[in-house]
């Protein structure tokens, strides 16, 4: 009989399946998928890899949702955080007999609320859960100060496919030899907290102080899409479904993640895998892993306008055979978690508990 393994999840991602599909093909697992609607901003389209078997989460009550996931018979539970109080129902009924995992991007920022959630634990998260699945070390240290000890914490929750994205990086490779891309790129919401007009703003004046060849290429939608800058040096795509992001991998060089906050940032991982200089505020999760300064990218401080002027322009000056050297440092550095080492994670703890 396959072992099984049961995530309840919130919003499904190209990045979540991946990692999934590496599980299933891997290991040969049966994997249970409950998951939350759509998001309407983000309309990602998915293929669910064979083997997978998805449950619309509004289609339940609470008591059909506990006895389907106890008729499942998991050898593994994950869920993603603790807001669904219909998902922490169903961890309840597992009675911590099995691996039950909590996943967690929030980083530990010693406010009040993180305070009493860590003085509560022992009375609740300790009660339901076995370990903790955590993005990185920002996300680490949240979850030790909420009791679980350093062999129960998991790091690597949010991994991308990283093969996916080193074959784009070598499809561009040879387009990008005979011709290198001047331009920044940016890929994700037209939403304030993510600092996209502060990149607007940057990149107009940096044109404006120190004209140059360099483009911006905007990828997404959102709320600000009805006021985003126009320049002629900066374009925008509109939103853009993962599969077709090729021809703007192909024709552009730096990514820039600007976020006032970001608790991980999936979407760095991902350009790092596919060869790209970084530039990323302070307050972006991913760049705890994936950005070693001045060594594939630069940081600034979140907000500031003139900091990120001045980070873009430390690229522009680079010559291009300092920021070929940067994205072959970003390759690597992506190769630290990936969808296989992520599906290892899971398998031994099912053999921990056997």
């Given at each position: 009989?396959?072992?099984?393994?049961?995530?309840?999840y919130?919003?499904?991602?190209?990045y979540?399946?991946?990692?999934?599909?590496?599980?299933?093909?891997?290991?040969?697992v049966e994997?249970?998928?409950?998951?939350?609607?759509?998001n309407?901003?983000a309309?990602?389209?998915?293929d669910v890899?064979?083997g997978?078997q998805?449950?619309?989460?509004?289609?339940?009550?609470r008591?059909?949702?506990?006895?389907l996931?106890?008729?499942?018979?998991?050898?593994?539970?994950?869920?993603s955080g603790?807001?669904?109080?219909?998902?922490?129902?169903?961890?309840?009924?597992?009675?911590?007999?099995i691996?039950?995992?909590v996943?967690?991007?929030n980083?530990?920022?010693?406010?009040?609320?993180?305070?009493?959630?860590?003085?509560?634990?022992?009375?609740?998260?300790?009660?339901?859960?076995?370990?903790?699945?955590?993005?990185?070390a920002?996300?680490?240290?949240?979850?030790?100060?909420?009791?679980?000890?350093?062999?129960?914490?998991?790091e690597g929750y949010y991994a991308?496919?990283?093969?996916?994205?080193?074959?784009?990086?070598l499809?561009?490779k040879?387009?990008?030899?005979?011709a290198?891309?001047?331009r920044?790129?940016y890929?994700?919401?037209?939403?304030p907290?993510?600092?996209?007009?502060?990149?607007?703003?940057?990149?107009v004046?940096?044109?404006?102080?120190?004209?140059n060849?360099w483009e911006l290429?905007?990828l997404?939608?959102?709320?600000?899409?009805?006021i985003?800058?126009?320049?002629?040096?900066?374009?925008?795509?509109?939103?853009v479904?993962?599969?077709?992001?090729?021809?703007?991998?192909?024709?552009t060089?730096?990514?820039?993640?600007?976020?006032?906050f970001e608790?991980w940032?999936?979407?760095?991982?991902?350009?790092?895998a596919?060869?790209?200089?970084?530039?990323c505020?302070?307050?972006v999760g991913?760049?705890?892993?994936?950005?070693?300064?001045?060594?594939?990218?630069?940081?600034?401080?979140?907000?500031?306008?003139?900091?990120?002027?001045?980070?873009m322009?430390?690229l522009?000056m680079?010559?291009?055979?300092?920021?070929r050297?940067?994205?072959?440092?970003?390759?690597?550095?992506?190769l630290?978690?990936?969808?296989?080492i992520?599906?290892?994670?899971?398998?031994?703890?099912?053999?921990e508990?056997?």
């Amino acid at each position: 009989m396959k072992t099984k393994v049961l995530f309840l999840y919130t919003e499904l991602a190209g990045y979540f399946l991946s990692c999934v599909e590496a599980l299933v093909q891997q290991y040969a697992v049966e994997v249970h998928i409950v998951r939350w609607p759509l998001n309407q901003e983000a309309p990602f389209q998915f293929d669910v890899p064979a083997g997978v078997q998805v449950y619309e989460r509004q289609n339940y009550t609470r008591e059909q949702l506990i006895r389907l996931c106890q008729e499942i018979a998991p050898r593994l539970v994950f869920c993603s955080g603790w807001v669904d109080k219909d998902y922490l129902a169903v961890v309840r009924s597992f009675k911590k007999e099995i691996p039950i995992l909590v996943g967690m991007d929030n980083q530990w920022q010693g406010s009040v609320k993180q305070y009493i959630a860590s003085l509560l634990a022992p009375f609740t998260l300790q009660r339901l859960f076995t370990h903790a699945f955590v993005a990185g070390a920002p996300q680490k240290a949240y979850a030790r100060k909420l009791g679980f000890s350093e062999s129960h914490v998991l790091e690597g929750y949010y991994a991308a496919d990283v093969g996916h994205f080193q074959q784009a990086y070598l499809t561009a490779k040879e387009l990008k030899a005979e011709a290198f891309p001047r331009r920044f790129l940016y890929v994700g919401r037209y939403v304030p907290e993510k600092g996209v007009e502060d990149l607007w703003q940057a990149f107009v004046q940096l044109q404006g102080q120190m004209p140059n060849d360099w483009e911006l290429w905007c990828l997404g939608t959102g709320p600000l899409a009805a006021i985003a800058v126009k320049h002629p040096k900066v374009k925008h795509f509109g939103f853009v479904q993962p599969q077709a992001l090729q021809p703007y991998i192909n024709q552009t060089s730096v990514f820039v993640l600007p976020s006032h906050f970001e608790p991980w940032g999936v979407v760095i991982h991902e350009f790092a895998a596919a060869g790209f200089p970084l530039l990323c505020s302070h307050r972006v999760g991913a760049a705890t892993a994936f950005l070693k300064e001045g060594i594939n990218g630069f940081s600034f401080e979140p907000g500031n306008v003139t900091a990120l002027k001045e980070a873009m322009k430390k690229l522009v000056m680079l010559p291009e055979a300092r920021l070929r050297l940067m994205g072959e440092e970003s390759r690597t550095m992506a190769l630290q978690n990936t969808p296989s080492i992520w599906a290892e994670k899971l398998m031994k703890l099912t053999c921990e508990f056997a």
